[in-house]
């Protein structure tokens, strides 16, 4: 199962062609993509960027399990899942998660079962920046994830 599932926290710019290679399969006829963005505003203030604070090996570990979770709901299914750390302006990409399948409907109820999981379970804390100068820290999450071993996060 292993080779099926990508999983990478990066201080770099999050690649979609890099997702989507690694997904693709002649035996599957959907690739479902998604890419969260930093959006400019938040409850009402003008956001100018978010930093995001990653604990890296329970959040490659939850992200894998993540996956994992997929195939066993979505069998024969390819997941490829990141998330960036460090600070991210306008537009800029935090989360890109890419799902492929047989059909379409698997990618997709995998690749939504995935982001909300994340957004749930992954230990990633965000600092939103503001155009007044201010910052504040939003809700994070919890590290009382269990952190058993769930395998390898080989992307080729």
Same mark, same amino acid.
């Given at each position: 199962? &292993? /080779?099926?599932?990508?999983? %990478?926290?990066?201080?770099?710019? @999050?690649?979609?062609?890099?997702?989507?290679?690694?997904?693709?399969?002649? !035996?599957?006829?959907?690739?479902?993509?998604?890419?969260?963005?930093?959006?400019?505003?938040?409850?009402?203030?003008?956001?100018?960027?978010?930093?995001?604070?990653?604990?890296?090996? *329970? !959040?490659?570990?939850?992200? %894998?399990?993540? &996956?994992?979770?997929?195939?066993?709901?979505?069998?024969?299914? /390819?997941?490829?899942?990141?998330?960036?750390?460090?600070?991210?302006?306008?537009?800029?990409?935090?989360?890109?998660?890419?799902?492929?399948?047989?059909?379409?409907?698997?990618?997709?109820? !995998?690749?939504?079962?995935?982001?909300?999981?994340?957004?749930?379970?992954?230990?990633?804390? /965000?600092?939103?920046?503001?155009?007044?100068? /201010?910052?504040?820290? @939003?809700?994070?999450?919890? *590290?009382?994830?269990?952190?058993?071993?769930?395998?390898?996060?080989? &992307?080729?």
């Amino acid at each position: 199962m &292993c /080779k099926d599932i990508c999983t %990478e926290i990066l201080d770099t710019q @999050l690649d979609v062609h890099r997702a989507i290679d690694f997904v693709s399969d002649d !035996a599957h006829g959907a690739v479902a993509t998604f890419l969260g963005v930093v959006r400019n505003h938040h409850q009402g203030k003008s956001v100018q960027g978010i930093s995001y604070d990653v604990h890296d090996p *329970l !959040a490659r570990e939850v992200l %894998e399990r993540i &996956c994992s979770e997929g195939v066993g709901l979505w069998p024969d299914t /390819k997941y490829y899942a990141a998330h960036y750390k460090g600070e991210l302006g306008i537009g800029g990409v935090s989360v890109l998660i890419a799902v492929s399948s047989a059909h379409r409907a698997d990618s997709f109820d !995998a690749l939504r079962y995935v982001i909300e999981e994340i957004k749930l379970r992954l230990p990633v804390w /965000k600092q939103e920046h503001y155009l007044d100068g /201010k910052s504040a820290w @939003l809700p994070g999450h919890s *590290l009382k994830e269990d952190v058993s071993s769930v395998g390898c996060s080989k &992307c080729g």
